[in-house]
């Protein structure tokens, strides 16, 4: 039970993401874990909806991934990766070269999503630089799109949404064109994709990469876009001779009912990012696969500048390996498919209610989409009330439940989430 003390102490010392330290949201403290279950510290067991931001894909405390954490840990559990291998790195890059498309064949392991994306960027005007074309050293991308929260990723996140009021003098300034309009089932018209291209055409000269969630933009809006779109992003790309950067780090890994999303277009990147689920959530880890074109023409130019202190770090790679292979011995389509049916039926009863703006599901994702931002603190309370752990952002109460919960489980998360949209 964490004291009442300590939760005071937490509110003036600790900052949480995206809040204020002088008039800080409510958090609540969590004991334990287990399944699909978040265990309060004052013993209330909730239902998780949120797999810890896309990562807890096999639930919490999953035997097969503790046991080979804890067999990791025996061995070594950190060492540097400048002039040193080791075995969970090279097992998990094969088994990422193996269940990606066939032309991505090199890995870079890095900290998280966000680093991810950097180190994508770098590769891409690395990528230039070894080709002698230094002034490709654009980026484009579509509005409504997140890529993370450090200084270079946010510089491709969408513009209004995302943080560039408040740096806008000193962030670097890229191109965006319209956010995709015709959404994954709708009916595909060209008309969509005619602001990304005419922006590319008129800079196809100076354009390094294309940047781009695909199918599903996450944080920036909870939004799925037609595959024809991504298939033109592709045929686009190799018509101006610009690389495509994949964001696939809140899709990989089945969430979107496809192992990667970009499968939905038959698409394949020059450079993708993984991240979240990439360790079932245990660990923070990104990795960042380049085509052998791509690294090629980096190495043309020198070395890759970026090394970080923990990169390739064994536990993280251990369990990410042990996670994948949980995955893929596992029927997770048929997971994903039945929590898809279950979020279908369940979220369906919020349409058309009072301030509810639209409902969507794609794979296991979830969304209820309100008219108006909701109060956070309130709308979190009354959740948490109803036994279930979601956490909303502006208009969006959304979930993407680890695969493991269980369709009484989707009924009382999707019950308790259309309650409180109608409150
Ligand atoms: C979460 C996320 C990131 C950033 O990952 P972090 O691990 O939080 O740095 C980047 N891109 C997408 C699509 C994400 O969902």
Not at 90 to 96: E, T
Not at 128 to 153: E, S
Not at 220 to 232: A, C, N, Q
Not at 388 to 404: E, I
């Amino acid at each position: 039970m964490i004291s009442a003390e300590d939760l005071a102490f937490d509110a003036t010392h600790i900052w949480h993401p995206y809040t204020s330290l002088t008039s800080p949201l409510p958090v609540y403290g969590i004991e334990s874990a287990q399944g699909c279950e978040l265990t309060l510290s004052d013993g209330r067991v909730l239902i998780d909806g949120m797999a810890s931001w896309w990562a807890c894909i096999h639930g919490y405390n999953h035997p097969r991934l503790n046991a080979a954490i804890a067999d990791q840990l025996s061995k070594m559990s950190h060492v540097m990766f400048g002039g040193i291998t080791h075995q969970p790195a090279i097992d998990l890059a094969k088994l990422l070269v193996e269940i990606t498309p066939d032309a991505l064949e090199t890995v870079f392991f890095s900290d998280s999503g966000s680093i991810a994306i950097e180190v994508a960027l770098k590769m891409a005007l690395q990528y230039w630089v070894g080709g002698g074309k230094r002034d490709r050293n654009q980026f484009v991308t579509v509005r409504g799109g997140y890529h993370g929260d450090t200084y270079h990723a946010m510089s491709v996140c969408d513009p209004i949404g995302g943080m560039h009021s408040l740096f806008a003098s000193s962030l670097p300034k890229y191109l965006f064109a319209d956010r995709p309009k015709i959404q994954f089932n709708q009916s595909w018209n060209e008309s969509d994709f005619e602001s990304l291209r005419s922006l590319v055409i008129q800079n196809s000269q100076v354009v390094a990469a294309i940047v781009l969630e695909p199918i599903v933009q996450g944080a920036g809006g909870m939004y799925f876009y037609h595959p024809t779109y991504l298939r033109r992003v592709r045929e686009l790309c190799d018509e101006v001779g610009c690389l495509l950067i994949l964001d696939e780090i809140a899709t990989g890994f089945g969430r979107s009912g496809r192992l990667f999303a970009m499968e939905y277009g038959d698409v394949v990147p020059d450079i993708l990012c993984l991240g979240k689920a990439l360790t079932g959530g245990y660990m923070t880890l990104g990795a960042t696969m380049t085509t052998r074109a791509v690294a090629n023409g980096i190495s043309a130019g020198g070395v890759l500048m970026h090394g970080p202190t923990f990169m390739g770090n064994p536990l993280a790679c251990r369990v990410a390996l042990e996670s994948l292979r949980l995955l893929l011995s596992m029927d997770w389509l048929g997971e994903v498919k039945r929590i898809e049916a279950g979020l279908r039926r369940g979220l369906e009863a919020a349409r058309g209610g009072l301030g509810v703006a639209d409902v969507r599901v794609l794979g296991a994702i979830g969304v209820v989409e309100m008219n108006e931002p909701v109060d956070v603190a309130v709308v979190q309370r009354e959740l948490v009330q109803r036994g279930v752990w979601v956490r909303p952002f502006g208009k969006l109460v959304y979930v993407m439940p680890p695969f493991c919960i269980s369709d009484k489980q989707l009924v009382c998360l999707t019950r308790a989430i259309v309650e409180v949209c109608e409150l």
